[in-house]
């Protein structure tokens, strides 16, 4: 046992998330790596014939917090050998494969983090010697007799080994591969010298058994030759295979969501509210997919919340969108309005430090986890990553005209509840004259884009649905407010027609009921009901705006 061959790490990190209260079981992805092990012989698909590709080197590319190292320290703490590992797997799924007992221990693993720097690394020669040196020592330690030379290149050593211990064969499990590259101190020739070094040691090379990487972008971001094209790449947006282990599906958040109201006293997290939280993911099998981190999260703390990430990914959003303000402005009001936008997305053209067109700041977002795409379109997920945006266009002046309405929007609400709708034709006329390309207004998609933006505060008080079931249709938007004795707001949006009209439209279609509670029921709600019908007249290019009170509980 070492730091990197057969180490514990994976193995105690693995038990610790076994034993944590809302512990999913994904250990079936073993089974499918199972036929690639076992008889020296590289295991190849028809598919991958084709491409010359082998299936025993595997990719796995996901944004962060999606179990990506998890799965990583799952792997590795069942095929290592030097532990009995019945007691962490012997009551999961894969304990019912046929092949369970004859790869549970029985194989090499080298596992490696390679997230992990020197103490004050500066160089990426510092970063890469401490991986080498752990190695080696492992290596001369565990094999004693192969007359381990520690200034041969690492692969001379790894093949000194497998010709002189009958053949033995490694699994090489590198977690967070691209890691280096997001470093500072990488220079264009350590990025060769790193991908060299990965080809070197794990490209037909006869001691690996299997390779298996995750990172957050494809290798061929990063490379363009043939260092690492016998990799196999798994994206989550491109490809099927092994999509079920990352991330949450629908029945596994039921599942934990059961867990959690039996051992939770006094639970105040939702079905629904984890589902509008973190779901929102697609993957290229069509499935729905729950950020994992962010559930496990707001389970453990009673509580809906951001999660996402440890620091927030408030700046890495503007990061992206600030390399071209003016090309993706647009595509941003539409997407915070919950509409999808239409994007092809080229995960390898992700690259993170020049970013120039619209398409490429989008395929970068998805690919981090901040969008997520589904039938040629991008849109932002759900509510924890809604929140991020909607802070982004608050703060940021230099989002132009975006910012200007959205600042605009605590005096629209304060308006609205006031019943000010000389207040509410300055904002809507302002927003007008700010020369929004939205503002076209050819459908009612514009409009309905630009009231988000200038109702955009209303959101810390109100839950806001968008063509919402009320009465006998859908209700442009309904405001449901936090506090139930606030006031309930109803707004219906027309293009050449009156104010009038719109709010007769919400009466008659008894868009109202909303807010009625269950018959013999005591309403939820307890403050007034605002009808709010707002318009543009195409012809005048004007808007006009009305308000009236339906109902006073």
Known sequence: MGLYLNSRRPRNNYLEIVRSDYFTDKTMMLKELFPLLGNGDIVCSQSDEQTGQSSKYICITRPRRFGKTVAASMIAAFFEKGFDSHKIFGGLEISTCRQYEEHLNQHNVIYITLSECPDECSTYRQYISRIKRRIMNDLAHEFPNACIDTEDALWDVFNNIYELEREVKFIFVLDEWDFVFHRDFLTENDKHEYLSFLSNLLKDQPYVELAYMTGILPIAKYSSGSELNMFLEYTMATEEKYCEYFGFTETEVDALYQKYITRTRNARVTREGLRLWYDGYHTRAGRHIYNPRSVTAALTNNNLGNYWTSSGPYDEIFYYISKNIDDVRDALVLMISKEAVPAKVREYAAVSMNLTTKEEILS?????????????????????????????????????????LAKESDRMLLATLAGDTDTML??????????????SYNNETGLTAVVNLIYLSARDTYRIEREDKAGIGYADFIFYPKNPKDDCIIIELKVNHTPAEAIQQIKDRGYALRFSGKLAEKNEYTG??????????????????????????
Do not use: W
Not at 368 to 379: A, I, P, W
Not at 399 to 404: A, K, N, Q, T
């Open 364 to 404: 970068a977002m998805v690919v981090y986890g901040f969008l997520t795409s589904e039938n040629g379109k991008v849109f932002i997920p759900n509510k924890e990553l809604m929140d991020q945006f909607e802070t982004m266009l608050l703060k940021e002046p230099s989002l132009g005209y975006v910012h200007r």
């Open 426 to 439: 300055e904002i809507l006329e302002y927003a007008h004259n700010t020369e929004i390309p939205l503002l």
């Open 528 to 553: 007034r009901i605002l009808a709010v019908g707002i318009t543009y007249d195409k012809a005048i290019k004007t808007h006009d705006c009305k308000i009236e009170v339906l109902k006073t509980f």
